[in-house]
């Protein structure tokens, strides 16, 4: 069964409702049962799962789907997530690290191992200021890849990493990371991921000259 079809519900008598549309193996499936192929820029399953939500909102407005679907096909970034951006001299993608379930997905969208990833954690106040959210990550699926580990909340992130049984080095500033990977270490032919906590991640966007309406 795939992610789309899996079901859900506890003892307390909740269920997952069925669906009016619905996502089926990168295509949005209407309420008559019409398939929509998704050819989006932004990556993941994730954001496959936004771009189902927001055609059923634009089908409730009256906006047919062969209207709605090439205008999503052109977002590229959104608030800064997924901008390539120049950072200590190296390419760099920015993805953004919010709450564990939104790290799972994340981890999904990286390039595959063994291409490294920088991962910067602050603990502002927009951030959260306890840290130990990190334990509630699977940082083990990170396995098989360097992480350089930056931020304010670098050694915490290298204490989990640690425990997750992750090669990783730690760097203070997120501006030098890209730049610190060993000369043994190559990243993939594309940019280099670079994943931050908000304030982290807002820093890098700006520092690379992003976007700056980013959040």
């Known amino acids: 069964m795939n992610r789309a079809g899996r079901d859900w519900g506890c003892e307390c008598g ?66 800064g997530r997924y901008q390539t951006v120049t950072l200590g001299g190296r390419r760099v993608r920015l993805l953004l690290g919010k709450n564990p379930a939104g790290w799972v997905e994340m981890f999904a969208m990286l390039a595959p191992a063994p291409a490294p990833v920088v991962i910067a954690i602050n603990a502002r106040a927009a951030d959260g200021k306890d840290p130990s959210w990190l334990w509630d990550v699977p940082f083990e699926q990170l396995a098989g890849r360097l992480v350089v580990a930056t931020g304010e909340r670098r050694h915490d992130l290298a204490v989990r990493l640690a425990y997750a049984g992750v090669d ?31 304030t982290a991640f807002r820093e890098m966007l700006r520092r690379g000259g992003g976007a700056r309406d980013a959040l």
């Open 14 to 79: 909740f269920r997952r409702p069925t669906p009016s549309w619905r996502l089926d193996d990168g295509e949005a499936v209407d309420p008559a049962g019409a398939r929509h192929p998704l050819s989006l820029r932004l990556p993941g399953h994730a954001n496959e799962a936004n771009a189902v939500m927001a055609l059923a909102a634009t089908h409730v407005l009256g906006v047919a789907p062969d209207v709605a679907l090439p205008a999503m096909a052109t977002v590229g970034s959104v608030g």
């Open 168 to 198: 990783h080095v730690t760097v203070e500033d997120p501006w030098a990371a890209p730049s610190s990977m060993p000369s043994t270490v190559r990243a993939t032919d594309g940019p280099l991921d670079a994943v931050g906590t908000y």
